[in-house]
C-alpha cells in the first residue's frame, strides 16, 4: 500500500498485511484545481438527473453557486437546500432541526444528494443519505475535518453526540482554490484534528498489545507519512500556501479512508477526541460556544501527549493489583452527568468491567508498550511547537472552556466511548486524579 491509497485502489477491495481485506468505499476522490467544472461529467457518468443540492450560507458563496450553475448548464435538476442555523447556536449543528431542512425536501425524489460544505453539512448528508438508502457526492469546502471519507456520522441526538454508520460518499471533489480560502480557524481546526492521530494511534496500540485488537501497520505507516510530510508545511498554513493546503488536505482524506478500512474510528480517534466531544456536549448544554472540533481535538492532544510521556515513564511503578470500585465510580458518574447519565450509564459499565489483563506487570511486556507507544508519540515529538509554527491555538482555555470543565472533561470523558484510552488505565492504577491536576498546572 502506498501514500495515496485513495489515487489507486478506491471503491476496491484489496488484502493488507495486517491480514485483514480492506475496502474504499469512495469511487473517486478529485483533489487539485479546478475540478468543479468535472461534477456534471461524474454525475452524468452515475445516470444522475435529478440532485438535491445541500449548503448554508457560507458553503453557497464558497462553491454552491458555482456548483449550481455548473449543473443547470449541464441540465440537471437542482432541487436547493439552504439550511439555516438556529438562533441560539454558534454553529449549524448536526441536530433534529437541521435533519428535518433536508428531510423535507425529499418528497421530490432526487437520486443523489450533493453536499456542499465541510464537517456538519457533510455528516447531516452523509446520514440521510444512508438513512433514505440515496448516493451522495461531497463538494469539500475547507480542509477542517476527516470526516469527508469516513463511515460515520456524528449526530446530536437529544443534545447527545452519537456517531452512526453511514456510507461515505460516491464521488468527493476537493478543489485547492476553495480549500485554501477557507477561514483560518477551519485550517487550523484540521490541520489539529491531524495532530490527534498520535494519541489515537498510541491508544489504538495499547489496546492491541494489552486487549488484542487488531491493528493494522500499514494504515499507521501512511497515517505517520501523511502527520511528517503535513507537519513540516506548519508554517506555511497561515498563508494558505497551496502546497501545504494540499498536503493537509490530503492527509485529512487518507484519514477518513483509514476509517473505512477498518470500519470504525480507531485509526483516528482515542483519548483526544473523547476529551473534544465531552466538551461539545457540555457547552453545548451550557448556551457556549463550543469552539471547532479540530481545534478541541488538537489542543487536547497537547495535554494527552504529555500524559502519555509521564505514564511511559511511571508505568513500571503503579500498582497494577489495584481494584477499581465500580458501585462507588458508577455513583460518582451519575452526579456528575445528572439528566445525562441514561445515555452514558451503559458504556460506563462496560468500561469499569474492563480488567486490565495480568500481563501488565511483566517488566518485558511493559518494555514492548513503551517502544511500541513512543513509536507513535514520536510521530509529533512537540505538538504544542507545531501549534506554535502553524500559529493556531495552543490551549483548551484559548478557545474559551474554563479550567474547572476542561478538568471535568479529563476526568469524566473516557466513559462516551468502550474503547479503553491511556485515561482508564490512569484510573485502573488510582493516577488519574493526580496526572489531570499535574497536566493542568501552569509551568
Ligand atoms: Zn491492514
Ligand atoms: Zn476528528
Request: one cysteine or more; a negative charge; proline letters at 6%.
Amino acid at each position: 500500500m502506498n501514500n495515496f491509497p485513495f489515487l489507486q485502489i478506491e471503491g476496491k477491495s484489496f488484502p493488507c498485511s495486517c491480514g485483514r481485506t480492506h475496502r474504499i468505499h469512495t469511487e473517486k476522490t478529485i483533489l487539485g484545481n479546478n475540478v468543479l467544472p468535472q461534477l456534471s461529467h461524474i454525475l452524468r457518468g452515475m445516470s444522475f438527473r435529478k440532485v438535491l443540492l445541500v449548503f448554508d450560507e457560507n458553503t453557497y458563496q464558497a462553491a454552491g453557486e458555482n456548483v449550481e450553475r455548473e449543473l443547470k448548464q449541464g441540465g440537471f435538476e437542482i432541487i436547493p437546500c439552504l439550511l439555516y442555523k438556529k438562533q441560539e447556536l454558534f454553529y449549524l449543528e448536526p441536530d433534529e432541526d437541521a435533519r428535518g431542512q433536508i428531510g423535507e425536501h425529499l418528497h421530490q425524489e432526487p437520486e443523489v444528494l450533493i453536499a456542499i460544505g465541510s464537517g456538519v453539512i457533510n455528516d447531516l448528508v452523509k446520514f440521510i443519505a444512508h438513512r433514505v438508502g440515496l448516493p451522495f457526492v461531497v463538494v469539500a469546502t475547507a480542509p477542517s475535518m476527516d470526516g469527508y471519507s469516513s463511515p460515520g456520522a456524528p449526530m446530536m441526538v437529544s443534545g447527545y453526540k452519537v456517531t452512526y454508520s453511514a456510507t461515505p460518499p460516491r464521488v468527493i471533489l476537493a478543489d485547492l482554490g476553495i480549500l485554501s480560502q477557507a477561514p483560518m480557524p477551519l485550517i487550523h481546526a484540521g490541520f489539529l484534528d491531524l495532530l490527534g492521530k498520535v494519541i489515537a494511534n498510541a491508544d489504538w496500540v495499547m489496546r492491541r498489545l494489552l486487549f488484542r485488537e487488531d491493528f493494522c501497520d500499514a494504515i499507521w505507516n501512511m497515517t505517520k507519512e501523511n502527520l511528517s510530510r503535513t507537519v513540516k508545511e506548519a508554517e506555511n498554513l497561515p498563508q494558505r500556501d497551496h502546497q501545504a493546503i494540499y498536503e493537509l488536505s490530503l492527509a485529512l482524506l487518507n484519514s477518513g479512508f483509514s476509517m473505512d478500512m477498518i470500519g470504525d474510528s480507531r485509526p483516528a480517534s482515542g483519548a483526544e477526541h473523547l476529551i473534544a466531544h465531552y466538551l461539545e456536549i457540555m457547552a453545548l448544554h451550557r448556551g457556549m460556544n463550543p469552539s471547532l472540533h479540530g481545534l478541541r481535538v488538537g489542543t487536547a492532544t497537547v495535554l494527552m501527549h504529555r500524559i502519555y510521556r509521564r505514564f511511559l515513564q511511571e508505568m513500571p511503578m503503579f500498582d497494577w493489583n489495584r481494584k477499581l470500585n465500580s458501585q462507588e465510580k458508577l455513583e460518582t458518574l451519575k452526579m456528575h452527568f445528572g439528566p445525562l447519565f441514561p445515555l452514558v450509564e451503559e458504556t460506563a459499565r462496560k468500561k469499569l468491567a474492563i480488567t486490565v489483563p495480568e500481563i501488565i506487570k511483566e517488566k518485558s511486556f511493559q518494555e514492548k508498550l513503551r517502544g511500541a507507544i513512543e513509536e507513535k508519540l514520536l510521530a509529533i515529538p512537540d505538538p504544542l511547537t507545531v501549534l506554535q509554527k502553524a500559529q493556531a491555538p495552543q490551549s483548551l482555555e484559548a478557545l474559551g472552556f474554563p479550567s474547572p470543565m476542561i478538568r471535568d472533561a479529563l476526568l469524566f470523558a473516557r466513559f462516551l466511548r468502550e474503547r479503553a484510552t491511556i485515561l482508564d488505565l490512569l484510573d485502573q492504577v488510582g493516577m488519574l486524579d493526580e496526572y489531570v491536576d499535574w497536566v493542568l498546572q501552569k509551568p
